[in-house]
């Protein structure tokens, strides 16, 4: 047929498709794997590259599995579902090797490969949903298509944690008896635009945040039917999010934080992470994969091991995790900074609930800096970063720097961000110690979670003993 071909990509592109280079436009292969030769089959030209479908294989990867998902192709959430968990590591130490020699930094070792505790199934913990009109005019919820933002249904999604499959349904069965439609921007019609689950593995309970266009009665009624549907679910919040585009939350203008309205049920969930108690409100951030996080924040304590002499600084800390794992294995002051004003009234609260002693404070890591920088008088810290995908913001890598950190511990979950700024931080004379170590937080994904160690090496250890604690000031909202 016109449209199928026989090609052998050669590399992984960071989306996960199999990648086939060539003069004018390279060849994306869904369900591809590099150095295997297969039939594809053409399903979109565009400007630079051309996108495709695996069909067959002509000599079969030793990585390629049947994917255990009927929804594989259409959903396109997890892309690497193909791959078995060998396959699956290879690929992603290709894609940072790759990162890494683009920005000149190919001296740099990959080391432990740390697998998921609980299988590639059912180790989500944070599930969305997007809802449509079908073709056929009904209502829909589910994921959103491969390529595009139509909506594949998935009752059976094998990558969340059963109480969320069970919870999916559940709001997708109730949204359709109620009649309530999906929100349209721009002519302001309609309700509902996404919903967010998360489930503590802990407690076994699940919130569910409704983000819509606007505010109506059914909302009520749709969250008393999913709470008596669901006996996990014990809270169920409304976002209004009436901004065009496809961001999930919208921010206050002024204070930049995520508003949230109770439908009903109760306010928080807790997650426990290697014997701390974590509160996590409805919008705040917390890792997906809380088995794959509790190896992860193991790992930072053990290669940055704090002691009552050391300061430990948790940037962007969410509702305090890092912090708290580190005030939990002795460091002398603990200070965390966040963005989000809940999420930190929630770190506070979990420091009281576990007994342990920590600083807080809310706003931008780069507005807060300067001012930490003053209050550590000249000690080096031991300092942990875990930004959002984009990587570190500008000045934040400057400051990082004057600083003078003991131990840098930086955690990512993008190794093109990561490799940009290991590169800026190495030229402020940093010094990447050991291997970078690799997390599999997202199986099934081109997504992974990496962790490098540097350090300063003309900080030394002063001696002076952490800052004394102090009231904490409302931090600084950032402008703009
Ligand atoms: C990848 S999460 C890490 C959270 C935390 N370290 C954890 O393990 O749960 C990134 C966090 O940074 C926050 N954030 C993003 N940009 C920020 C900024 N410029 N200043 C402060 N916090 C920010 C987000 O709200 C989010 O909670």
Sequence with gaps: MGNEMVVTPRYWHHRGEAMLPGREKSLMIFGGIPGETAEVRLQHKGRNQDMSEWLRSRNPSESRVEPPCP???????CPWMHLNEKGQEEAHRDLIKLALRDAGLEHLKLGAWHACPDGQADYR?????????????????????????????IPHCNVVAPVLRKTMKSVAHHTIELDIFPYDAETGRGVLRTVVMRASRTMGKVVVVLVCGRNTALLRQLAEDIEH?????????LHLNETPGNSIYSRDED???????????????????????????????????????EVLYQRVMDRMEPTERDTFVDLYCGVGGLALQAAKAGAGFVYGIEGIEGAIVRARSSARKNK???????????????????????ASPMIAVNPARRGLEEGVIKELIDLKPKRLAYISCNPRA????L??????????????????????TPHVETLVILEDETSEDSGRRAPKRKAVKRGKARQG
């Design 356 to 378: 342990l002693t920590a600083e807080f404070a809310s706003g931008w890591v780069e507005l807060l800096l300067p001012d930490l920088g003053k209050r550590l008088g000249g």
């Design 71 to 77: 929804k594989y192709a259409p959903c396109g959430g």
């Design 255 to 293: 204070s930049g934080q995520i508003r949230m309205m109770p439908l009903g049920g109760a306010a928080e969930i807790e997650e426990t992470l290697n014997g701390v108690t974590y509160e996590i409100g409805p919008g705040d951030f917390f890792q997906t994969n809380p088995s794959v996080a």
């Design 125 to 153: 913990h944070v599930a969305k949903m997007g809802i449509e009109r079908s073709d056929r005019d009904r209502v829909r919820l589910g994921a959103w298509a491969r390529n595009s933002r139509r909506i594949v249904p």
């Design 423 to 444: 590169l800026a931080l190495q030229e402020g004379g940093l010094k990447v110690v050991g291997d970078i170590e690799l997390f599999d937080m997202f199986p099934n």
């Design 229 to 237: 549907g669901v006996p996990e679910v014990s809270g169920v919040w």
């Design 418 to 421: 990561l490799a940009r700024d």
